[in-house]
């Protein structure tokens, strides 16, 4: 006998909770059970979320950055009903999707600089591994150089370039020919590239995963120099940087530099669909489409689909009506003055930075014996402990969700959509500095922590 199926799926319902957990991912039903953030939330709008049980949850997070344009914009989700009545070819194979033509026009000329050419896929890591296979043939050499700390995808050649055992562990052997570097050290970078082995060196402009680490204020455009002598193409990551997080279209464009590709996706479609796009000059473009033959050499079967575009164009609509990069600008150098201001004289407060709307509050180990214990005592249990207890914090005590970054677990990452309002940045103050004072001045807040720590271990 067939079981019948709701014809609508409650998003709140707990078997739907039970069915994840039997059929995707159990462990991830158990980390936000031990967290207490296994909430499931009803509707989402613009910095609001809603819970099923009718309480705001502010999201500082974004989704990892993909919600620039805030959750649900009605002017994305209107232009995409549009497209869906219009019953055209969304995906025909067989055409000229005229669509992408629009988006990767708008795209290279927000752009600049070299950037003429698009190449659209459907997540960040599948452009990362597009603009592998790009540098390779435009070079025809095989070497990739990648930055301690990158952050690139976890498909196989962008995990290749991401030094963290933690993300490579069981899934070698990763690609021949990947070195890593420190990131913003030009020595580093010039005595490999004197090699000659490189088709590309792969940068995020902002290190934001490693821990919002800005570069220094030339690296990026000496690092473009460095590779124009050697012969290796620049890459930059804006997968999470781009589309006005940092507050220009590209975070490149503070830094002046210009390179031979770059990789967006995340927020590029509104944080509804997913697409990813990859920006390249002509030349590059030509080496890899090089005749009638090979006109579909390099494609993916859901690229260009007018779905994504549609999103893609509509999100670039948003941004630019609303000016959310000049807002972005303004208001992300307010918030972190304001934190600065806030957070002054805690011992756990290393540093406040960013760029825009992405911004990080760097912690560290405190020096009071009584604070140096507890502190010790957690980060034996797990390295990440620390940050994820203030995460939850933060979402517990005052409705505000937050992420560690991957890669950095001493630091909290700060990344509301860019339509944030000042009084919702306020609330976020607010919180921060009342988390601060009670780690610093509670010993209950680490009682309550090395509880968690504890049940961690055991499940
Ligand atoms: C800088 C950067 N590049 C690439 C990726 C991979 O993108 P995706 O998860 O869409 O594959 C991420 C994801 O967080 C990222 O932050």
Redesign the pocket.
């Known amino acids: 006998m067939i079981e019948s199926v709701p014809s609508v799926i409650e998003p709140a319902s707990s078997s739907s909770v039970e069915d994840f957990s039997d059929h995707v991912n159990p462990q991830w039903v158990r980390l936000l059970d031990l967290l207490q953030m296994n909430t499931q939330y009803v509707r989402c709008e613009g910095v609001e979320l809603t819970t099923q049980h009718g309480e705001t949850i502010l999201d500082f997070l974004s989704g ?1 950055c993909v919600h620039n344009a805030g959750h649900n914009h009605p002017w994305i989700l209107d232009q995409l009903q549009e497209e869906l009545q219009r019953r055209g070819p969304v995906m025909l194979q067989s055409h000229v999707p005229n669509l992408a033509g629009v988006l990767g026009k708008r795209l290279c000329t927000l752009a600049g600089g070299k950037l003429n050419k698009a190449f659209f896929g459907c ?4 452009g ?1 591994e597009s603009a592998i296979k790009f540098v390779r043939a435009a070079t025809g050499r095989a070497g990739l150089l990648y930055a301690q700390g990158a ?4 498909t196989c050649g ?1 995990l290749s370039m991401m030094g963290d055992e933690f993300w490579r562990g069981k899934f070698g052997p990763m690609l021949d020919g990947t070195v890593e570097i420190p990131f913003n050290d030009l020595h580093a970078l010039e005595s490999q590239l004197r090699t000659r082995r490189f088709a590309g060196l792969f940068l ?1 402009p902002i290190q ?2 490693g821990g919002i680490r800005l570069p220094e204020p030339h690296y990026l455009r000496d690092a473009q120099t460095l590779c124009e002598r050697y012969g290796t193409l620049l890459v930059l ?1 804006e ?2 940087t781009g589309m006005y997080r940092a507050g220009r279209f590209l975070a490149a464009h503070h830094y002046g530099v210009e390179p031979d590709i770059v990789v967006l ?2 927020s590029l479609s509104g944080g509804i669909i997913p697409c ?1 796009a990859v920006l390249m000059s002509d030349r590059v473009y030509e080496s890899v489409f090089d005749s009638l033959k090979r006109s579909i050499v390099h494609t993916s079967t859901f690229s260009d689909n007018a779905m994504s575009m549609r999103a893609g164009l509509a999100t670039l609509d948003v941004l630019e009506r609303e000016a959310l990069g000049s807002r972005a600008l303004m208001l992300g150098q307010k918030l972190r003055d304001r934190l600065r201001n806030r957070l002054a004289g805690y011992e756990m407060v290393r540093e406040i930075r960013g760029q825009g709307m992405l911004s990080g509050i760097e912690f560290q180990a405190p020096k009071q014996v009584w604070l140096r214990v507890a502190f010790e005592a957690f980060r034996a249990i797990h390295k990440s402990m620390f940050g994820q207890v203030v995460v939850m914090r933060l979402f517990h005590d005052h409705g505000i969700l937050t992420q560690i970054c991957g890669n950095n677990f001493m630091v909290l990452k700060i990344a509301p959509p860019l339509v944030v309002s000042e009084s919702q940045l306020e609330t976020f103050i607010d919180a921060a500095a009342e988390v601060v004072h009670t780690m610093h001045h509670s010993r209950t807040f680490w009682s309550e922590a090395l509880n968690l720590g504890r049940r961690a271990i055991n499940i």
Do not use: I, N, T
């Open positions: 990892y997540s960040g890591s599948e990362v952050f690139h995808g976890l962008a995020e934001a995963e990551d997968v999470q996706a995340k990813s």
